[in-house]
Nanobody, 126 residues
Framework: QVQLVESGGGLVQAGGSLRLSCAAS????????MGWFRQAPGKEREFVAG????????SYADSVKGRFTISRDNAKNTVYLQINSLKPEDTAVYYC???????????????????WGQGTQVTVSS
């Protein structure tokens, strides 16, 4: 069982930056692929970024490439999402998610993940 707790959201002006963190419980964090998703009001939850259990492979949604960076520190049981050049359309609740992985992959679909955090709100003002 893994528990995930996000932090770092807030209100920021367009063009600003935030760093989201997701702290995981347990001693086997390095066995889990991790991902970040977001959900805006009235919209479905969408993939933002994924990272393999070692951190050696990453993937991003086209809408965030070049602005968002996912990383992890397995010694600290934490995954991060650095968000730069924020736009009003980035406003959403951001969730981290984890799945036990045996292949060194990352995952795109919400239903591939077994564990979710409670979410952290990111609001970007224009």
């Amino acid at each position: 069982q893994v528990q995930l707790v996000e932090s770092g959201g807030g209100l920021v002006q367009a063009g600003g930056s935030l760093r989201l963190s997701c702290a995981a419980s347990g001693r086997t964090f390095n066995r889990y692929a991790m991902g970040w998703f977001r959900q805006a009001p009235g919209k479905e939850r969408e993939f933002v970024a994924g990272i393999s259990r070692s951190g050696g492979s990453t993937s991003y949604a086209d809408s965030v490439k070049g602005r968002f960076t996912i990383s992890r520190d397995n010694a600290k049981n934490t995954v991060y999402l650095q968000i730069n050049s924020l736009k009003p359309e980035d406003t959403a609740v951001y969730y981290c998610a984890g799945v036990r992985d045996y292949s060194g992959s990352y995952y795109y679909r919400p239903n591939e993940y077994d564990y979710w955090g409670q979410g952290t709100q990111v609001t970007v003002s224009s």
